[in-house]
């Protein structure tokens, strides 16, 4: 049965920037040791933080980790597409080593994402146009939610909707009529976040995209290029250690 093939272990947490990460872990026993699921569940955290940031509070419970050779050795966790909170996700792990990265295994565990979010106060139609009474932002559970970038007040305000929003629905980029919100060669305001320290600067955007979507910007002063996600109009926020 599986209650006699998993070994119970204690709760692992994990504190990063600006956001925590319970892990209540059940492997198969005689299987992975202790360090291959701290280091699985620490590069699946940063693939979760990069799609929701670095404020979200995640939980991941009941994983299933399935390597082969050291998974010490891994350095980066990618979400299977169209991966949502509030149930199982599965993550391809890579390991990094002279040359490309290369796959070394998988993690399959739920995921519970606690975050500051924009949500209907009350039923707005399709077709409409959102307006600040309309909705309000809170931080708590968001749900089953594809992962991505959620959107702010500033990016929802003066946007049409393409579906009829219902009281207390968080609203995400599926549910607003999409346009550009960056354009190549624009200035755009960048957002960096360490911690509970949040620093904003200038950057010139290269590409141009809508919200949620990942664009290069360049430093005006240093011509470094730094990948960012759009979070609203001529807004961006950089990856950490991008």
């Known amino acids: ?21 319970w892990l209540a872990v059940a492997v198969p026993a ?6 291959d699921v701290d280091r699985a569940a620490a590069v699946a955290t940063a693939a979760v933080r990069e799609a929701f940031g670095v404020d979200a509070e995640v939980t991941v419970s009941e ?10 050795l891994v350095t980066r966790a990618v ?3 169209s991966s949502r909170t509030a149930g199982p996700v599965r993550f391809v792990l890579y390991a990094a080593g002279e040359g490309p990265a290369r796959r070394i295994g998988r993690l399959t565990a739920r995921i519970d994402v606690a975050a500051s979010h ?9 077709r409409s146009v959102i307006n600040p ?3 309000e932002v809170v931080r708590g559970d968001i749900g089953r939610q594809v992962f991505g970038v959620l959107p702010t007040m500033d990016a929802v305000t003066g946007v049409s909707t393409r579906k009829t929003l219902m009281p207390g629905e968080v609203i995400t980029p599926v549910a607003l009529v999409a346009h550009e919100m960056v354009a190549s060669g624009e200035e755009v305001v960048t957002i960096a976040r360490i911690g509970a320290i949040e620093v904003r600067g200038r950057a010139i955007a290269a590409q ?6 990942t664009v290069i910007v360049v430093n005006p002063d240093s ?16 990856f950490h250690g991008s």
């Open 208 to 213: 141009s995209g809508g919200l949620g979507e």
């Open 30 to 35: 005689g299987a992975q040791t202790s360090a």
């Open 118 to 126: 924009v949500r209907a106060r009350q039923r707005v139609a399709m």
């Open 63 to 72: 994983p299933v980790l399935s390597v082969t050779g050291d998974a010490t």
């Open 79 to 81: 979400p299977e597409p």
């Open 1 to 21: 049965m599986l209650a006699d093939a998993i070994r119970p272990r204690l709760a692992w947490r994990h504190m990063g920037l600006a956001a925590s990460v």
């Open 223 to 238: 011509r470094k290029r730094l990948r960012a996600r759009i979070v609203a109009a001529a807004m961006v926020e950089v």
């Open 133 to 135: 009474d309309d909705v």
